[in-house]
């Protein structure tokens, strides 16, 4: 089984393509979230291997819901998926102690990179 | 692999530290009292404007005074550990002797004794044992270590 | 170097002069020597060495064309070095005609004309044909657009050839990579090429530079890696310098993210004094004054030199020095707010409170302003280092002894005071080591050593102390005919002393005279003075270490300032103390009826309240001797006061204060420990007892 991966977008569209990209790839997405305090929520429950976190979301944005992904797991890998133009905000990411970001739109070789390297960095 | 050292006597011990860490050999004249020092310390020299502690080692490695030797071969030797430079007060200085460090081995009859804290290995030369002294802990101050505790 | 009117950029800019003469002359040497032998790799580094000196040196005097010359030069050598471009004769040619041209410009520059009256491109652009540049002329401007890897062979040669000009490093920067050296790390540079389709360059190199700062220090970061980037795509390619104590496979492992195409390490020099960008624009005028001054009675310790001039500050150093002065004067009107508070009957635990903070910032901006006068005081070595070029090749010829020098830590900051008082005993010890202890090259060759001598002079700060070495390759100190010689002139025990004793021999006075150690092949015309220089007026050790036929070994460690207080002298119980002035307010009289028990101890009377009364013996850990009336010394620290007995008040004087050994400190109730004329020991005492105790 391959590694397991938790999405987080508001825009089930985007969740959809993210997943056939990880699936066709032999990765578990163990589950969506639409919003940062279910990202919060599932990241607790489903404890995945990885957590692609999207910036802009309702209810709480990617940047609390990464800090608050930290403070339960200071060495969770966190994958930020941004619009051009939010550089600022991944600069602070990055900060925060996040690995790495992929900008929208992406090709799918981007994200299976990016998601790779991840997994392979202790 | 043979590393250089300056040989002492202490006693009926016999005793060395290596010779990259002598900086000088001097007459134990002009010691300075020390208000409350360890009982362990004898005093100051001054050295070039250094203000040097020496070491009572008789004392501080916890032997019998033996006077088997007499008063005007007794020596201080300075030592330089680390940063800082500290003085020695022995009996005698003898020689300088080549040790090969392979030939280095742990008290192994346990005729140290008490004092093997202070001593990092033993060495046989000719006839005797040497004893090859480990100079941080000699100096360091530390209060667990006997000799150096508050009155 | 007395009497010397030199401003400050007029000594830089004669040692510049100086040492860029002596670059040039050998860079022209070398190029011929590689004409000869085109294939030697030492020639080729020795050249690339050369030019790189020129290069960062004229960048940081200001003489962008002359720098934008070496620097091409320098490009064409990496080229050779990296075995991407042949050493081929028109490639020697170009590089000659390179040299003739960077030594004209060093005349133009040396007889005041501006070095752009020479106008290097014609030669600049030859030598960038060579590499198939894509730059068109030689300037030292900022880096063009960023190279892309476009297509230009698996390591993207585009970005190699174009090597970074090492940047000019501020003073922060400097102290920086001070300290990283003296931790043993290394310095670095890392170029970051990020992936072309990378769409955010900035975020993508900011990864790295966070990967960096887990486990390296970056110290420079070009673009800037703070705020708000203005131009994302200048971020393509990123330029990292830092220092790191792992090996550069850990820097690679840092920056192996996604989407960066390429990293290159390199492992540099750390700078030498040539890349200290001091702006030096404030000026001010100081009276510079001794930090000994003369009063008090008796001889006191007779004070270094001391240069009275005016000194250039750099404006950071006032700049903090600012800081401290805006403090004092908020603390001032709020201290002046109190005042009025006791007169509008303000209750007076407010105002002991507020009393005590202000004393206690006081405090701090005291100490602070200390320690910021004591930066304006300083001033890199290379003003003394930077004649010793001169001074070396000048005896070399004259002597018919080629040397050659190595210098570094030029950059190591001394005290100004020192600057004279230290510049004749380095002076001496170099000569020395020309004039006796490098052998004659024919000597030399027999001895199977290389024909040129070598003299190394180094420099680096060590805690509070600086230590300067000066090694040469010579034929060292002969210590068993320094023996036969002392057992010759009777000196007791020379047949027994250690080898490190007979060394110090050498620095007795009449010992080293001319003849003896001529015959002796050593050093020491002089070397008493020298000690007696550096031992006596500096406070500092000599040691000479030395191997026979290998070379000699002068070790110099001297105090960062002298550190001279003026105290107040006291006896108790058979020793000597002294209290430092600042911390002492006032001396009385406590007879014993006065002194009472309290809970936390004794207490005495001082300005109609009782405080905390403490004896020597009693910090020691023994007792107060009974007396009927003690000498008190009324100490203070912050807003605590506390009464101190002592047997005998001696008298206030100067004194130098060196440090103490933890051994003699056990109690650690001395801040250092002085040497009196008379050889007797002082203990300074330090005196934040009292407030330990107080609240």
């Known amino acids: 089984m391959g590694a397991t991966i938790l999405i987080a977008d508001d825009l089930s569209f985007m969740r959809m393509i993210q997943k056939e990209i990880l699936m066709e790839r032999g990765y578990t997405v163990v589950g969506e979230a639409s919003d940062g305090i279910e990202a919060v929520n599932k990241f607790q429950t489903l404890n995945p291997d990885l957590i692609l976190l999207d910036i802009t979301m309702p209810n709480m944005n990617g940047l609390e819901a990464m800090r608050r992904i930290f403070s339960i797991n200071p060495k969770a890998r966190v994958i930020m998926c941004s619009a051009l133009g939010q550089q600022n905000l991944i600069v602070e990411a990055i900060r925060a102690g996040v690995k790495d970001f992929i900008v929208k739109p992406f090709k799918p070789e981007r994200i299976l990179s990016a998601i790779e390297k991840a997994l392979k960095a202790s | 692999m043979s590393k250089r050292y300056v040989s002492f006597v202490l006693g009926t011990g016999r005793y060395c530290v290596p010779v990259d860490e002598v900086i000088q050999i001097l007459r134990p004249d002009g010691i300075l009292p020390v208000p409350k020092a360890p009982p362990f310390v004898a005093g100051a020299i001054t050295l070039r404007g250094d203000v040097i502690p020496v070491v009572n080692l008789t004392s501080r490695l916890s032997r019998d005074a033996d006077s088997g030797t007499s008063a005007s071969r007794a020596r201080i030797i300075i030592i330089r550990a680390g940063s800082r430079m500290c003085g020695l007060s022995v009996d005698e200085v003898r020689e300088i002797v080549d040790i090969d460090e392979t030939k280095i081995q742990e008290d192994p009859t346990g005729a140290l004794g008490t004092h093997a804290d202070f001593i990092l290995g033993v060495a046989q030369q000719g006839q005797s044992l040497l004893a090859i002294l480990d100079l941080p802990r000699v100096l360091s101050a530390g209060r667990n270590l006997q000799g150096a505790s508050p009155v | ?695």
């Open chain 3, 1 to 695: 170097m007395p009497g010397s009117a030199w401003t400050e950029d007029e000594r830089l800019r004669r040692a510049f002069l100086e040492e860029g003469d002596e670059l040039v002359q050998k860079l022209g040497e070398s190029l011929s020597a590689l004409e000869a032998d085109p294939g030697s790799h030492d020639l080729v580094h020795e050249v690339f060495r050369l030019t790189h000196s020129l290069k960062s040196e004229s960048a940081l005097m200001g003489h962008a064309s002359l720098s934008g010359l070496a620097h091409a030069m320098e490009d064409v050598l990496e080229s050779v070095r990296g075995g991407e471009l042949a050493l081929a004769a028109d490639v020697l040619e170009k590089l000659v005609a390179g040299a003739d041209r960077l030594a004209l410009m060093m005349g133009e520059i040396s007889r005041g004309e501006r070095d752009a009256d020479s106008d290097p491109s014609d030669v600049v652009q030859d030598l960038r044909a060579l590499i198939g540049s894509r730059r068109g002329t030689g300037d030292e401007a900022t880096d063009g657009p960023p190279a892309r890897g476009n297509g230009a062979g698996p390591h993207g040669g585009a970005a190699e050839g174009v090597a970074p000009a090492e940047p000019v490093f501020g003073a922060q920067e400097v102290s920086r990579l001070a300290e990283a050296r003296e931790r043993g790390e290394s310095l670095f540079r890392v170029t970051v090429t990020v992936a072309t389709d990378e769409p955010m360059k900035f975020a993508r190199a900011f990864l790295v530079f966070n990967n960096f700062e887990q486990s390296a220090n970056v110290i420079r970061a070009i673009p800037a890696m703070d705020g708000e980037p203005a131009d994302d795509a200048s971020y393509a390619r990123t330029v990292f310098y830092l220092t790191s104590a792992p090996d550069d496979e850990t820097l690679r492992a840092a920056a192996r993210v996604d989407q960066i195409a390429m990293v290159e390490t390199a492992r540099l020099e750390f700078p030498s004094a040539g890349s200290i960008g001091r702006p030096l624009q404030e000026h001010y005028r100081a009276d510079a004054g001794p930090i000994a001054s003369d009063r008090g009675r008796g001889p006191g310790p007779a004070g270094p030199p001391v240069e009275k001039t005016t000194i250039r500050v750099d404006a950071r150093r006032l700049d903090d020095l600012w800081r401290f002065v805006a403090e004092l004067v908020l603390h001032k009107s709020h201290v002046s707010r109190l005042s009025d508070g006791v007169a509008r009957g303000m209750d007076a635990d407010s105002i002991r409170e507020e009393l005590m903070v202000s004393s206690d910032s006081l405090e701090k901006i005291s100490s602070g302003m200390q320690q910021a006068m004591r930066d304006t005081r300083s001033i890199p070595i290379s003003i003394i280092f930077s004649k010793f070029p001169r001074l070396v090749r000048d005896l070399s010829r004259k002597l018919g002894k080629p040397v050659d020098l190595v210098m570094s830590g030029q950059e190591t900051e001394i005290d100004r005071s020192i600057v004279e008082a230290l510049s004749d005993p380095l002076t001496h010890i170099i000569r020395n080591a020309l004039d006796h202890g490098l052998e004659f090259p024919e000597e030399r060759v027999r001895l199977g050593k290389p024909e040129r001598g070598r003299i190394a002079v180094s420099a680096r700060r060590q805690g509070g102390t600086i230590v300067i070495e000066l090694a040469d390759d010579g034929r060292g100190l002969d210590t068993e005919r320094i023996r036969q010689k002392a057992i010759d002139l009777g000196i007791p025990d020379a047949a027994s002393l250690g080898e490190a004793d007979l060394r110090e021999l050498v620095f007795r006075p009449g010992f080293s005279t001319k003849e003896v150690v001529t015959d002796l092949s050593g050093r020491g015309v002089g070397m008493d003075v020298v000690a007696t220089r550096i031992r006596n007026d500096l406070r500092g050790t000599v040691e000479l270490a030395s191997e026979t036929g290998k070379g000699t070994r002068v070790v110099l460690r001297l105090p960062f300032t002298l550190t001279i207080v003026n105290s107040l002298l006291v006896e108790d119980g058979g020793h000597l103390y002294a209290i430092p002035l600042g911390d002492l307010d006032s001396t009385s009289k406590v007879s014993a009826g006065d002194i009472v028990l309290q809970e936390q101890g004794e207490a005495g009377p001082w300005m109609e309240e009782l405080i905390p009364l403490y004896s020597i013996g009693g910090l020691l850990g023994g007792e107060r001797t009974p007396r009927e009336e003690y000498f008190a010394v009324v100490l203070r620290h912050g807003a605590s006061r506390g009464l101190l007995v002592v047997e005998e008040l001696i008298e206030e004087r100067e004194m130098v204060i060196r440090p103490i050994d933890d051994l003699l400190n056990t109690r650690r109730l001395f801040s250092g420990v002085s040497v009196l004329d008379d050889g007797r020991l002082v203990f300074i005492l330090d005196t934040s007892f009292i407030r330990r105790d107080n609240f």
